[in-house]
């Protein structure tokens, strides 16, 4: 009797533990399953929506939805205008709520009615009236305006003084909607017209168009572009993946010429992206709409970025309002850009291969590493979504070629020529063709170590340094400052010829592996870049950003 209580008291506890284990297992697989569709439902719904919306399972702080009232934990919400909701009010908040309307008529002289949004204020907010804290209570009780940020008390509103719109600290760099709505309304699309029309916006009017690269780098690029749709226009916001930079630099066309500053969120390669479409540009006869290009490095090496002040990467230390306010502030500088042309042997009914060079052209280990891991960022893209695993895997390709070296004996296969003198080459794996003063993710390749005194790189000089490596091994000592590259000179054309076998290269972080073929680098055109002195950041020293940062007389401007 005992043992049969015995057995059934066991037989209970396992069928009570089991349900402890099943029941949670089987409701978290059933969210699973639901969670897809109802993404799929809500995606739908984005689409037709008049708001920029982007669902997240957990808000960063106490949030309140602009419909019901309630606090909501995940929900949705609009980066540009700011408005949260949770799932079951999204489609009322499309009813009875507005966005930032791109285009619309002014009121009074060229400004407008502040646009209000209640509730989720940001924290340590004042208010325009009584000049009170306001957004230190996670209620719906204190406005912003979506346009110039002001934050204003409930009880305030009413008797605020002036209900006009000015845009805010970054009136001159947005594109004002009522500009657009008169633009449009133009009969005769001419400069002359744009230039009266910018009048409205104020002497210093300096509109900037951000385009951001989503896929570079530590994946910021999405974040970014929120931040810059609440601050600015959402019209001169644009996504790289969505829209290629020849159609976002249409909008440069409308503006008034000479006026523009394009901030591009991304790579060097993204970079060399947006100054092609601008290439294009001239080639339509569109130079006076020309803009300045800016930087705010995303990628993995930066090196560009670098040589003209903007950092070896942007990770969210300083705050978007301070990335305007540095694009503002910024120099301009004239930066060469050079012809990369590729004949293959025995090709000769081939149309040769041309390509566009702004920071260095590579034969050898560093370009074996570059087509490395291109290779598998193609076949698994979602695991390189961090600097720091680029840069890790970057350091285990170089290692596996110090043990195998496959550049070996580069000097016989391959024959230098700088200006027409051929070059006689000591025992190298790999020859680098530089423009700017960076390689290889922050390294001085140039300048470096010694004593031996060697003219500084300039990137509007009509100049390319040549040096060469003797392997993976040699690179990695100069990028820790344990060796000296082989200086083999400078040159206003470079050319290369490769006898034999197939050797990797690169043109600006793009690898391919190349055939016997000839290489010649010449003189492109010279584009319109911005330059930053000094990076301004929290917790920098002054004298430190000094010591590191080139001197403005490192450029020229012709």
């Not at 540009?80 to 002014?106: F, N, P, V, W």
């Not at 490395?372 to 600097?387: L, V």
Request: hydrophobic content about 35%; proline content about 5%.
């Amino acid at each position: 009797m005992e043992e049969s209580t015995e057995l059934r008291e066991e037989w209970t506890l396992l069928l009570w533990t089991t349900v402890a284990v099943l029941v949670p297992v089987l409701i978290t697989l059933w969210c699973s399953f639901q969670r897809p569709k109802r993404k799929v439902q809500l995606k739908d719904l984005f689409r037709k929506s008049k708001h920029g919306w982007h669902y997240t399972d957990l808000f960063n702080k106490p949030t309140y939805c602009c419909v019901c009232s309630q606090p909501i934990l995940q929900g949705a919400f609009c980066d540009c205008c700011g408005i949260c909701a949770d799932e079951e009010c999204i489609q009322r908040a499309d009813r009875i709520l507005s966005c930032k309307e791109i285009m619309t008529q002014s009121q009074t002289d060229g400004r407008f009615y502040h646009q209000w949004v209640r509730g989720n204020v940001p924290l340590a907010s004042y208010c325009a009236e009584c000049k009170q804290q306001c957004g230190n209570q996670p209620k719906l009780c204190d406005y912003r305006c979506v346009w110039c940020q002001t934050t204003v008390h409930d009880d305030c509103l009413s008797s605020l003084n002036d209900d006009l719109c000015d845009l805010g600290e970054f009136r001159s760099v947005i594109i004002p909607p009522y500009y657009l709505y008169q633009v449009n309304k133009l009969r005769r699309r001419h400069p002359d017209e744009y230039s009266k029309l910018a009048a409205v916006c104020g002497s210093g009017w300096t509109p900037v168009l951000v385009l951001a690269n989503t896929r570079s780098g530590n994946n910021m690029g999405e974040v970014l572009l929120g931040e810059f749709r609440t601050l600015l226009n959402p019209v001169q916001v644009f996504d790289l993946s969505e829209l290629p930079p020849s159609k976002a630099l249409q909008l440069c066309t409308l503006l008034p010429p000479g006026s523009v500053r394009v901030l591009v969120c991304g790579g060097d390669g993204t970079v060399g992206w947006v100054l092609d479409a601008i290439d294009t540009m001239k080639l339509k006869g569109q130079d006076q709409f020309i803009p300045l290009v800016t930087i705010l490095p995303l990628g993995t090496g930066n090196d560009l970025s670098n040589s003209l002040g903007w950092g070896a990467g942007y990770a969210g230390e300083i705050p978007v309002e301070q990335v305007l306010r540095n694009v503002l502030e910024a120099e301009v500088v004239q930066m060469d850009r050079w012809k990369v042309q590729v004949v293959s042997k025995g090709n000769y009914f081939r149309k040769p291969k041309v390509l566009s060079m702004n920071n260095y052209f590579s034969v050898g280990p560093d370009a074996l590493m570059a087509l490395n891991f291109h290779a598998h960022r193609e076949k698994t893209p979602s695991f390189f979504s961090s600097r720091i695993i680029n840069k890790a895997v970057y350091f285990f390709y170089g290692t596996k070629d110090c043990l195998v070296q496959e550049c070996k004996d580069l000097d016989k296969r391959i024959e230098l020529e700088l200006d027409g003198e051929q070059v006689t080459l000591p025992s190298l794996e790999g020859i680098i063709v530089c423009n700017i003063g960076y390689w290889g993710g922050g390294c001085r390749l140039w300048e470096g170590m010694g004593d031996e005194p060697y003219p500084p790189t300039r990137v509007d000089d009509g100049l390319l340094e040549v040096v060469g490596v003797y392997g993976s091994f040699h690179c990695a000592q100069i990028q820790v400052n344990l060796a000296n590259p082989v200086r083999l000179g400078q040159a206003h054309t470079v050319r290369l010829v490769l006898k034999s076998s197939r050797m990797p290269m690169q043109v600006d972080g793009e690898p391919w592996a190349q055939g016997p073929c000839t290489i010649t680098i010449t003189h492109k055109t010279q584009a319109l870049m911005l330059y930053h002195s000094a990076e301004h950041t929290d917790d920098d020293d002054s004298s430190a950003s000094e010591a590191e940062e080139p001197s403005t007389e490192y450029f020229r401007v012709k």
